[in-house]
């Protein structure tokens, strides 16, 4: 763990948004994953597209790359960001009857896409979740971290 003060704070213990004025420009990438667990039925029919909501997948990527270009909107200190790509990728593990949802986002800017990337990834999940409940209330929204980022001064990150 860091032992740097924390970015959002100012020299008197406020909240204040992090200046990012005077930081360089350079091209930063962030991935996060997440995963749904549910019965191995509701995975089937998802899978099948014969949910009654539609297509679960395709809505969910979609709702995941809303979610990362609304990430200043719902995160109260982050900075809008003119995000350049997202990706999602929706991936069934059959074994454990769940969706793994991984985001990855890009950007050429001043602040990174961390907060963008884990706001893909948990809107995707909640779509899901939202696609679904109809026939399976019980499914488990889980495992949300940030695997991997790099770009701006605090250079590369790959979760263990």
């Not at 995963?35 to 089937?44: C, N, Q, S």
């Not at 014969?50 to 609304?70: D, F, L, Y």
């Not at 997202?86 to 990855?104: C, M, Q, R, Y």
């Amino acid at each position: 763990m860091s032992q740097n003060k924390l970015s959002h704070l100012d020299e008197t213990g406020r909240v204040a948004m992090v200046d990012v004025a005077d930081k360089e420009v350079t091209d930063r990438i962030a991935t996060a994953q997440g995963r749904v667990v549910m019965a191995p039925d509701t995975l089937r029919l998802i899978l099948a597209n014969q949910t009654p909501k539609g297509n679960v997948i395709e809505i969910a990527r979609i709702a995941g790359i809303m979610g990362a270009k609304r990430t200043h909107d719902l995160i109260p200190l982050c900075h809008p960001l003119a995000i350049t790509k997202v990706d999602i990728d929706i991936e069934p593990d059959e074994s454990a009857h769940a969706l793994n949802v991984t985001a990855s986002v890009r950007v050429s800017g001043k602040t990174g896409v961390e907060m963008e990337a884990l706001t893909a990834v948990s809107i995707a999940c909640l779509t899901i979740y939202d696609m679904a409940k109809a026939v399976d209330k019980a499914m488990v929204i889980g495992d949300i971290r940030l695997t991997h980022k790099s770009g701006g001064k605090s250079g590369r990150y790959d979760a263990a």
